[in-house]
T-cell receptor, first 115, second 114 residues
Framework: DGGITQSPKYLFRKEGQNVTLSCEQN?????MYWYRQDPGQGLRLIYY???????QKGDIAEGYSVSREKKESFPLTVTSAQKNPTAFYLC??????????????FGNGTRLTVT | KQEVTQIPAALSVPEGENLVLNCSFT??????LQWFRQDPGKGLTSLLL?????REQTSGRLNASLDKSSGRSTLYIAASQPGDSATYLC?????????????FGRGTQLTVWP
């Protein structure tokens, strides 16, 4: 079955360490996204990518970095510069086209806890 | 800027009731509106997508309507079941976005008790 795989499901890190969250999709989707979800808040966009080797900052990109070397993969690195990294991170993807009417597909998320 | 609001924030109903979840957005210049379901600790599952030219979409016991001019959408769930318990989120895709990015509401947490 096609889908989006995020790993690991839970991640624990000490403050000051960088950590990389994995996101892989086999849906042949062009666009991929990283969202952050905090309790009681809507999802906030961190980074997005339309095509390989290209990505754009979302609303809360500070302290994060991404790469898009392959169509299937869009890893997110949470750096030590991110002031409040503990959150639930969701990766998503969809097809791109002129109609902009492709539903967004999500992975099952990674819960990051930094102490 | 696009603001998306969902009311109520939480809803608890007995099994079998028909219910309505509300979503409002401030900028009517949208490509589409999407409704999602999120189970605790999980990602989001797409339920329905309504294009800006459409008035409603149906899938099984779910019916979503869109009134773009007033900036409102409703998700109607018929004959609710305990398995419908989850958080429901709506999101809009604003026109003028360079990529089809979505703006999300905070969700309505639904509990259906037997």
């Amino acid at each position: 079955d096609g889908g989006i795989t995020q790993s690991p499901k839970y991640l624990f890190r000490k403050e000051g360490q960088n950590v990389t969250l994995s996101c892989e999709q086999n849906l042949n989707h062009d666009a991929m996204y990283w969202y952050r979800q905090d309790p009681g808040q809507g999802l906030r966009l961190i980074y997005y990518s339309q095509i390989v080797n290209d990505f754009q900052k979302g609303d809360i990109a500070e302290g994060y970095s991404v790469s898009r070397e392959k169509k299937e993969s869009f890893p997110l690195t949470v750096t030590s510069a991110q002031k409040n990294p503990t959150a639930f991170y969701l990766c998503a993807s969809n097809k791109q086209g002129r109609t902009y009417n492709s539903p967004l597909h999500f992975g099952n998320g990674t819960r990051l806890t930094v102490t | 800027k696009q603001e998306v609001t969902q009311i109520p924030a939480a809803l608890s109903v007995p099994e079998g009731e028909n219910l309505v979840l509300n979503c409002s957005f401030t900028d009517s210049a949208i490509y589409n509106l999407q409704w999602f379901r999120q189970d605790p600790g999980k990602g989001l599952t797409s339920l329905l997508l309504i294009q800006s030219s459409q008035r409603e979409q149906t899938s099984g016991r779910l019916n979503a309507s869109l009134d773009k001019s007033s900036g409102r959408s409703t998700l109607y769930i018929a004959a609710s079941q305990p398995g419908d318990s989850a958080t429901y989120l709506c999101a809009v895709m604003r026109r003028g976005s360079t990529l089809g990015r979505l703006y999300f509401g905070r969700g309505t947490q639904l509990t259906v008790w037997p």
